[in-house]
């Protein structure tokens, strides 16, 4: 089942700007520095860390502490607008494919 909020794009330009002051912070200053992926757990540079919203801005997600976590480039680029629980059974089926040979 979809589940697709109408978001206007007024909502997501005023959710990227707060976005963007939410990464001037120290609070994501803190979370960046310590170089973990929040989804795969990778140590990586705090450069190479970006800002993601768990629940995506474009499905009805905020820029806010609860809903942002830093996030490798390759994890915020495969997760895109996934839900949670979309997320979750994405990374579920890579679990199960066999690894070939």
């Keep these: 089942m979809d589940f697709y909020l ?3 794009d ?5 959710e990227r700007d707060k976005a963007r002051e939410l990464r001037k912070s120290n609070w994501w200053k803190n979370r960046v520095a310590l170089g973990v992926c929040h989804y795969c757990g990778a140590r990586v540079r705090p450069a190479e860390l970006s800002l993601d919203h ?5 499905r009805g997600g905020k820029s806010s502490r609860g809903n942002c976590v830093p996030a490798c480039k390759a994890c915020n680029n495969r997760k895109k607008d996934l839900l949670p629980i979309e997320w979750e059974d994405y990374l579920a089926r ?3 494919k066999p690894a070939s040979d």
């Design 6 to 8: 109408e978001v206007s």
């Design 10 to 14: 007024e909502d997501i330009r005023r």
């Design 54 to 58: 768990i629940l995506p801005l474009a």
């Design 94 to 96: 890579l679990r199960e």
